[in-house]
């Protein structure tokens, strides 16, 4: 059964090529949904998939690709659709 996680992600995570990684990982794991950049320097991310899928790139998303720091997680309401058309950067 399809599952969806919206995610505030915190720390050093613009412009160390986070939303691409996050999005070459969700699309390997079969993962839709998006990624997008905030005005407060945090990433957004909304995704869909099985609960497998889903914990693997929760897990991913804690320390991100080489360059990031990631500081935390902040789960965010569900009332947000995710992109159900593959992965995409926002």
Do not use: Y
């Not at 905030?38 to 991100?64: F, H, I, K, S, Y």
């Not at 965010?76 to 950067?89: A, Q, R």
């Amino acid at each position: 059964m399809s599952q969806t996680i919206h995610l505030m992600v915190s720390g050093v995570v613009q412009g160390v090529g986070f939303r691409a990684a996050t999005c070459e990982r969700a699309q390997a794991l079969g993962v839709t949904g998006w990624v997008a950049n905030r005005a407060d320097g945090n990433v957004e991310v909304c995704a869909q998939g099985d609960d497998a899928a889903l914990t693997q790139l929760q897990n991913w998303l804690t320390t991100g690709p080489p360059g990031a720091r990631v500081d935390g997680l902040t789960p965010l309401e569900n009332g947000i659709s995710p992109n159900t058309d593959g992965f995409k950067i926002r």
